[in-house]
């Protein structure tokens, strides 16, 4: 890695300040900061702009750069809102690389009409649609969180320890839920589970009694709700116990905030699921270095940001330009072995072994260890709602 950090930064020199070099760095923040999962997402930037900010104040980025986050609004639900605050990151803010999106259908719409056009990394902290993995990419897009893939894998294992045989399930009706329920239903099946009914549902509506009709006539020990904690999946639950349908809810990844049990109460307790999350040593620094900060590092997809953001200029670091052409091949190098591990805090440690021609293995707030088409390989948290908060169970 020595000579390739070496031989870019000569190439620097003789193209006499190449972009790359001549301004600070930007990275973007695109996230729903407004949308079905807006409850989420300030957590999930305030843990990326803390990378960013431990970069920056190491002065030891490509010989001195400053960082700067520029946040963008994915709505998570919008492409084209989402395409729209892309290109302005990406054609007017002049962002080197970015860290999101979040959700899964405006990520791909974003990678297909404003990153590959333009030649920018992604690394997304939340995207889990299984569809990513095979999506055409130009080698430009990562993530820090697992696929569906494995998600349907691992709630079918949550679900079948608890002696539980028959579940309905909705889905919200985009490549998220899509994805997510056809690995679910595919796993569970597998295992000698039923699946009574696999139904969509909308966002953005006031009454899911039609819905919750359909889901109750179909039965179901358990209804599973592959949706979004601040929209259609928090109405088809309250619709549910409101009419007696169901009492207990299997709650993936979209589903686990804080504002799901603070908005149904106490009827949401025994209810359970999953997110991706890891009880590595990692976890338990960036959880400190978190709440000094001010905000909660435990939260669903905050440390992912974290090591999303940190993994872009780690990999700047190795490739010794801050052009996404060249990063775009250093991401997984630093994410994994061999090398040296980098935890939370040690940012600056990570860059001084780059710049000194040593290796990295980047491990980061949740473990990372990129695999295959550049997604993580995937750790989770059993939870459950136990008066009236998250508890974690166990990890998988």
């Given amino acids: 890695m020595r000579k390739y950090f070496l031989a870019a930064?000569?190439?620097?020199?003789?193209?006499n300040a190449p972009a790359a070099w001549a301004d600070d760095v930007k990275i973007g923040i695109i996230l729903g900061f407004t949308g079905p999962i807006e409850s989420l997402t300030?957590?999930?930037?305030?843990?990326?702009?803390?990378?960013?900010?431990?970069?920056?104040?190491?002065?030891?980025?490509l010989g001195g750069m400053t960082v700067s986050p520029v946040r963008g609004d994915s709505t998570c639900i919008d492409s084209a809102a989402a395409l729209a605050a892309a290109e302005r990151l990406i054609t007017a803010d002049k962002v080197n690389a970015i860290m999101g999106a979040d959700c899964s259908g405006v990520t791909g719409a974003i990678l297909q009409n404003a990153a590959r056009p333009n030649g920018i990394v992604m690394i997304s902290p939340s995207a889990t649609s299984p569809g990513l993995s095979t999506a055409e990419d130009d080698g430009l897009f990562f993530r820090t969180a697992p696929s569906d893939a494995r998600q349907g894998q691992v709630m079918t294992d949550v679900i079948m320890d608890r002696g539980i045989k028959s579940v309905a399930l909705t889905y919200t009706n985009n490549d998220y839920g899509k994805g997510l329920a056809d690995s679910f239903q595919a796993a569970?099946?597998?295992?000698?589970?039923?699946?009574?009914?696999?139904?969509p549902h909308e966002d953005g509506k006031?009454?899911?009694s039609a819905e919750v009709g359909a889901l109750a006539a179909a039965g179901g020990d358990v209804l599973v709700v592959a949706g979004y904690v601040d929209q259609g999946g928090r109405g088809i639950i309250q619709g549910s116990l409101d009419s007696g349908a169901f009492d207990t809810f299997v709650l993936p990844d979209g589903m686990i905030g804080e504002s799901l049990p603070a908005a149904i109460g106490p009827d949401l307790d025994g209810s359970f699921g999953q997110a991706p999350g890891t009880d590595s040593p990692g976890k338990a620094q960036?959880?400190?270095?978190?709440?000094?900060?001010?905000f909660d590092g435990n939260a669903p997809f905050v440390p992912e940001a974290y090591d999303a953001a940190a993994l872009l200029l780690l990999a700047?670091?190795?490739a010794g330009s801050s052009d996404?052409?060249?990063?775009?091949?250093t991401v997984m190098d630093v994410a994994n072995a061999p090398g040296e591990m980098i935890f939370p805090g040690e940012l600056a440690k990570g860059l001084k072994i780059l710049a000194d021609g040593g290796d990295i293995d980047y491990v980061g707030a949740s473990a990372v260890e990129l695999i295959g088409p550049g997604e993580s390989a995937g750790n989770y948290r059993?939870?459950?709602i136990r008066g009236g908060a998250i508890e974690t169970v166990r990890y998988r």
């Fill in 324 to 329: 996404s052409q060249m990063i775009k091949g």
């Fill in 286 to 294: 960036f959880a400190d270095l978190a709440g000094a900060a001010g």
């Fill in 316 to 318: 700047m670091q190795a």
């Fill in 206 to 208: 006031g009454d899911y």
């Fill in 188 to 199: 569970f099946e597998a295992a000698g589970g039923e699946v009574t009914i696999n139904a």
């Fill in 42 to 61: 300030p957590g999930m930037a305030m843990g990326a702009e803390l990378a960013i900010s431990e970069v920056s104040d190491s002065g030891m980025l």
């Fill in 382 to 384: 059993e939870v459950e």
């Fill in 9 to 15: 930064a000569a190439t620097a020199v003789l193209s």
